[in-house]
């Protein structure tokens, strides 16, 4: 009915979030490696703006998909009140309850698969940078 509304607030927010944080946020850490003035090797930290972008897109995506499920189905209509399941107290109570099961566990999966992608990032991060300080050194 609604559930994608769990997911789109999370988007919202977490574009706005990005917006601040990229404001107050120091210049990445980067490490060049060149030999004879060519460059060789480049490394930086992934900013952790860009990071919580990642997750609105992932957000923001899933939430579309759904809309166009819904609509698909009828659920959501071209005139008011737009959801279909607003129209009648039982069917709004029920779209409530949609929103905060299914909706609320879509937005908390994702943010967990975003998570997993944070840590698989400063492994590759870290990797990158201790090889670029290595190759650095032996210059």
């Not at 698909?72 to 099961?101: C, K, N, R």
Request: include cysteine; hydrophobic fraction near 55%; charge should be neutral.
């Amino acid at each position: 009915m609604a559930c994608f509304a769990a997911p789109a607030a999370e988007a919202i927010i977490v574009a706005a979030a990005s917006k601040i944080i990229e404001k107050n946020e120091n210049k990445s850490e980067e490490i060049e490696v060149s030999f004879d003035g060519i460059n060789v090797e480049s490394a930086h930290k992934i900013p952790f703006s860009r990071k919580l972008r990642w997750l609105s897109f992932i957000q923001l995506g899933g939430a579309v998909l759904l809309m166009f499920e819904h609509i698909w189905h009828g659920e959501i209509v071209p005139f008011f009140p737009f959801l279909t399941a607003a129209s009648d107290t039982v069917s709004l109570g029920q779209m409530l309850y949609e929103i905060a099961t299914t909706g609320v566990a879509m937005a908390v999966f994702t943010t967990a698969i975003w998570l997993v992608m944070l840590g698989v990032s400063a492994v590759i991060e870290k990797r990158a940078i201790r090889e670029a300080k290595a190759i650095s050194k032996t210059k």
